[in-house]
Protein backbone atom coordinates (compact mmCIF):
# COMPACT_ATOMS: atom_id res chain seq x y z
CA UNK A 1 0.00 0.00 0.00
CA UNK A 2 1.35 3.57 -0.49
CA UNK A 3 1.89 5.79 1.70
CA UNK A 4 -1.11 7.84 0.32
CA UNK A 5 -3.10 5.62 1.13
CA UNK A 6 -1.95 4.84 4.21
CA UNK A 7 -2.56 8.61 4.80
CA UNK A 8 -6.09 8.25 3.46
CA UNK A 9 -7.08 5.05 5.31
CA UNK A 10 -5.73 6.69 8.76
CA UNK A 11 -7.90 9.78 8.04
CA UNK A 12 -11.00 7.45 7.61
CA UNK A 13 -10.02 5.74 10.58
CA UNK A 14 -10.01 8.81 12.65
CA UNK A 15 -13.29 10.11 11.21
CA UNK A 16 -15.14 6.83 12.03
CA UNK A 17 -13.35 6.37 15.20
CA UNK A 18 -12.02 3.42 14.17
CA UNK A 19 -8.11 1.67 13.63
CA UNK A 20 -7.10 3.16 10.10
CA UNK A 21 -8.54 1.34 6.97
CA UNK A 22 -6.64 -1.08 4.44
CA UNK A 23 -7.80 1.29 1.56
CA UNK A 24 -6.63 0.67 -1.94
CA UNK A 25 -7.35 2.28 -4.94
CA UNK A 26 -10.09 -0.49 -5.83
CA UNK A 27 -11.38 -0.32 -2.27
CA UNK A 28 -15.64 0.53 -2.66
CA UNK A 29 -16.11 3.05 -0.10
CA UNK A 30 -19.66 2.03 0.62
CA UNK A 31 -18.12 -1.23 1.50
CA UNK A 32 -16.61 0.23 4.85
CA UNK A 33 -18.42 -0.16 7.71
CA UNK A 34 -19.75 3.19 9.21
CA UNK A 35 -19.14 4.77 5.98
CA UNK A 36 -21.69 7.64 4.92
CA UNK A 37 -22.24 10.93 3.76
CA UNK A 38 -21.29 12.24 7.30
CA UNK A 39 -17.90 10.41 7.06
CA UNK A 40 -17.47 11.88 3.54
CA UNK A 41 -17.90 15.18 4.23
CA UNK A 42 -15.61 15.10 6.95
CA UNK A 43 -13.03 13.08 5.36
CA UNK A 44 -12.94 15.62 2.13
CA UNK A 45 -12.61 18.39 4.77
CA UNK A 46 -9.52 16.34 6.09
CA UNK A 47 -8.06 16.12 2.76
CA UNK A 48 -9.09 19.89 1.65
CA UNK A 49 -6.74 20.80 4.84
CA UNK A 50 -3.98 17.76 4.95
CA UNK A 51 -3.34 18.62 1.36
CA UNK A 52 -4.05 22.43 0.27
CA UNK A 53 -6.87 21.65 -2.06
CA UNK A 54 -10.43 23.03 -2.94
CA UNK A 55 -13.43 20.21 -3.38
CA UNK A 56 -15.85 21.21 -5.48
CA UNK A 57 -19.57 19.12 -5.37
CA UNK A 58 -19.59 18.04 -8.17
CA UNK A 59 -15.81 15.97 -6.95
CA UNK A 60 -17.79 14.70 -3.76
CA UNK A 61 -20.43 13.42 -6.20
CA UNK A 62 -18.07 11.02 -7.93
CA UNK A 63 -16.39 9.97 -5.00
CA UNK A 64 -16.95 6.09 -4.94
CA UNK A 65 -13.27 4.05 -3.99
CA UNK A 66 -9.97 4.58 -2.85
CA UNK A 67 -8.70 5.69 -6.32
CA UNK A 68 -11.71 8.81 -6.50
CA UNK A 69 -10.29 10.29 -2.98
CA UNK A 70 -6.18 9.87 -3.96
CA UNK A 71 -7.32 11.40 -7.00
CA UNK A 72 -8.60 14.96 -5.00
CA UNK A 73 -5.31 14.85 -3.02
CA UNK A 74 -3.66 16.72 -5.59
CA UNK A 75 -3.28 20.08 -6.39
CA UNK A 76 -5.16 20.97 -9.80
CA UNK A 77 -2.00 21.43 -12.72
Known sequence: ???????????????L???????TPATQLDDIPGW???ALAGVVLAIETR???AVSRAQ???????????ALCAPAA
Open 1 to 15: MSELYATLGALIGEE
Open 17 to 23: ATPPVAL
Open 36 to 38: DSV
Open 51 to 53: FGV
Open 60 to 70: VDGIHTGADLA
